[in-house]
């Protein structure tokens, strides 16, 4: 995929930054010196941490230099690197590791939270968020337009599978024998927005990116005005001309 956009992403930030202090008050932690956000986009989330932790040395690592751009304009006395957690490799033993919707995007990233959880210091925590929303309308959606022509053929890949997320069950049994404290939870959001237009650029910053990069702007513009047709034909408005942007996420929080 193109880069990622931190203005689109930023559209909607306290929404997006939501889920990110409702993980972070779930982490029983008082102590930090060695805090990284993993997939810290602009910055956002790092901030959080560094208010919990202000005398803790705070990391973000993402693969946006765009993104990175923008957390380092933010708060130009952290650390920010640029890194595919796939990869990365913590180090030092940290007492966080927090990742605020990043691992939906990472394949078969249970194998990666299990290798992170056993990197972390004695009581440390590692706390994660993903969306857990393919099977809404606004996902749904962009898969069926993409099935249809003239799009068929260049998105024919562009979907993630509905199985990207493991079920709670699995992440148990694969993290509890790495932790002392294992919790995992859902939390359905229901964002107000302005009207369907505002749900397309909602996505447009983040799972619409797939379905919209391979294009070329003529077939672009086609499959956001079909696309956006359809949402609003599912999001209907609420008493007062608003829309309800449904987003379930699970939230995972495990102590060493």
Partial sequence: ???????????????????????????????ARAVVDIGCGPGNSTELLVRRWPHAAVTGIDTSADMLRQARERLPAQTFIEANVAHWVPTA?????????????????LKHLKRLAGTL?????????MPDNLDEPSHVLMRDVA??????????????SR???????????????????????HTIYNHVLDDATAIVEWVKGT????FLDPLQSPERKLFVAEYTARVAAAYLPQADGKVLLRFPRIFIVAVR
């Avoid at 559209?11 to 990110?20: G, L």
């Avoid at 199985?163 to 939870?185: M, N, S």
Wanted: with cysteine.
């Fill in 163 to 185: 199985d990207a997320l493991p079920r709670p069950r699995d992440y148990y049994d694969a993290l509890k024998p790495l932790c002392a404290r294992l919790e995992i939870w």
């Fill in 147 to 160: 099935r249809g022509e003239p799009f068929r053929e260049a998105l024919a890949h562009a979907a993630r």
């Fill in 207 to 210: 799972g619409l990116r797939p």
């Fill in 93 to 109: 033993r940290a007492d966080v590791l927090f990742a605020n919707a990043v691992f939906q995007w990472v394949p078969h990233h």
């Fill in 1 to 31: 995929m193109a880069d990622w956009s931190a203005a689109q992403y930023l559209k909607f930030e306290d929404e997006r930054t939501r889920p990110a202090r409702d993980l972070l008050a779930q982490v029983p932690l008082q102590d």
């Fill in 121 to 129: 210091a004695e009581g440390g925590v590692l706390a994660v968020q």
